[in-house]
């Protein structure tokens, strides 16, 4: 419908520079530069190297996308950008590119919140969300769930990781293993050879003592830890490590942990709706294990496909529409990069 919101949304938080165009609902482009090729050798990403590759990507992604979607900033309704959480220089190339555009097409700006993006960008796959929902969000930064009452107005944090993300986990566990960066494509594939009984690995807190203070949290660190301690034993024995096996049981092991907490807090809350995002929700061990267990208490699973699962501009521009049409007022154009931004915050105020 043409007198829906045309929204664009920038994205540089951590290492991809995504411009996203959206009408209302319905993607019109979602251009992408990744710096990720930058990072591997590193084996996780450098804040410096994210930063200079945004500045490089951003002029000519912001063109990819305006031709993709065959408009120009003059068409624009409203200019959406990540204002937080995530690196703090990459967050101001971002930021700054959105002032500089708002600016000279004197158009509104919004500073969003990356977590609630992340949960917005379902609508343009699977439509309107049904509130309330909980929102599982998994990626190398994060790992939280969230009640959504209101996307537009904030959402209520019910719990997030103690220590390492899950996607910091997959990451650490691949390099551990020599499998490169990112890690958790890699042992997503090559957990698909492997037995995800075979190695019984610890599922952080889970035990009846965890219940009342960390229901809804989650730990990683142990985990790593385990895959470490036992990778070493099996090659201080001088036998071989049976990669395939150890990544489907670390696999296991996350994807277990995340959807018995996840379905433990819709039920708690009455809720009949999961939405997944985040790098991690490409997984495809998490999908399936998401969608089995839902199924037996009659909840719905919604998980974006995997190039809306990563970060991107679509995201952004998501969210940016839902304010937009919602009647919430723009940020003020001094808006910041808020690198700890926190999640009762979906956009910075006007
Ligand atoms: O959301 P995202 O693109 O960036 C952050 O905001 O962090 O997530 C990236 C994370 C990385 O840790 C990556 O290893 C993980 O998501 N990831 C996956 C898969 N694809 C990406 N983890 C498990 N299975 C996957 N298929
Ligand atoms: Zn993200």
Known sequence: MRDEPLVLGIETSC???????????T???????SSVDQHARFGGVVPEVASRAHLE???????RALDEAGVTLADVDAIAVTSGPGLAGALLVGVAAAKGYALAA??????VNHLAAHVAVDTLEHGPLPEPAVAMLVSGGHSSLLLVDD???????????IDDAAGEAFDKVARLLGLGFPGGPIID?????????????????????DQAEHRFDFSFSGLKTAVARWVEARERAGEPVPVADVSASFQEAVCDVLTAKAIDACLSNGVRTLVIGGGVAANSRLRVLAEERAARHGIAVRVPRPQLCTDNGAMVAALGSHLVAAGVAPSRLDLPADSAMG????SVPG
């Open 27 to 33: 993607l019109l482009a979602d251009a992408l530069a």
């Open 15 to 25: 290492d991809e520079t995504g411009i996203g165009i959206v009408r209302g609902h």
């Open 343 to 346: 999640l009762t915050s979906v």
């Open 151 to 161: 996307l537009t107005a904030g959402v209520t944090p019910l719990g997030a990781t």
């Open 57 to 63: 990507a951003l002029v000519p992604t912001m063109q």
């Open 106 to 111: 004197e158009k509104p700006v919004y500073g």
């Open 189 to 209: 594939r090559s957990a698909r050879d492997g037995d995800p009984g075979s190695i019984a690995f610890p599922r952080g807190l889970t035990a009846p003592k």
